[in-house]
DNA sequence: TAAACATATGAATATATGTTCATATGTTTA
DNA sequence: TAAACATATGAACATATATTCATATGTTTA
């Protein structure tokens, strides 16, 4: 009852076909999400000062902490979450891994996004 | 002294001269911070539907509500979300919003993310 | 082989974030 | 002008997330 009330109140000025051919366009939820979480994982300001500095050149974790002053740990955390969206990769050199670029999309998507941020 | 200590340890292992270009070459603070904004807003799937569904055509929040299926509050506020980072823009028509896209970087964006997502 | 080292990882904690619910605002219509 | 409507907004709550701390793992060196 309560429910149907709400439905009918609901749904009252909605466009109903322009709804639908919108809908017939949007892309698959998996996507959605998948292309979410890309975004939310670029979107903490630890994980783009690592990105940004491996875009130069391939660095060790040590070197990585040193560089945006967070500690190691919260590095490593971060770089977990990097390797989980294939963004960086690494290499192991002795008791160091060097860590590097694994995605030259990030490189288009940064300039991209700064391009917007520059408005 | 603990401190002193702490400081010698941390940095024993660092390429100095490596950290230091590196650094030299990043972008400022509140460039990282502005574009992680970015990124983040972009990092929701509710968002990023709402997006996807106003790259086809102006739609009032009812519509969008009924498109994405959430309620009508949820889009309103993630809308304000969106008009923050200037992504969207709306017009008003009597007692309805229409909203739109107000930045075409977002299809770039969209068209890169994918690019990554699908590997 | 034991100690030192570089890094990873799990648990804990504090903070950020998304949705809901209740209510406010601005517009149209009766 | 009062009621209906479309949307916005604030507070509350539950969940997600980033960092820290303690500890584990794998590698080198003494």
Redesign the interface.
């Known amino acids: 009852m309560i429910d149907e009330m709400n439905e009918i109140c609901?749904?009252c000025?909605?466009?109903e076909e322009?709804?639908k051919?919108?809908?017939a366009?949007?892309?698959g939820i998996e996507?959605?999400?998948?292309?979410?979480?890309?975004?939310?994982?670029?979107?903490?300001?630890t994980r783009?000062?690592l990105l940004?500095?491996l875009m130069?050149?391939e660095?060790?974790v040590?070197?990585l902490?040193?560089?945006i002053e967070v500690s190691?740990s919260a590095v490593s955390h971060q770089l977990r979450v990097l390797r989980g969206q294939?963004l960086v990769r690494f290499r192991r050199d002795g008791k160091?891994l060097y860590y590097s670029l694994d995605?030259d999309?990030?490189r288009?998507?940064?300039a991209?996004?700064?391009?917007?941020?520059r408005?």
Chains 1, 2 share one sequence.
């Open positions: 609901a749904e000025c909605i466009h322009k709804v051919a919108v809908q366009d949007m892309p996507t959605i999400f998948a292309l979410a979480d890309t975004f939310k994982t670029l979107g903490d300001p783009l000062k940004f500095a130069q050149q660095l060790c040590c070197d902490a040193a560089l190691e294939k160091n995605d999309h990030v288009t998507l940064f991209q996004g700064l391009e917007h941020v408005e």
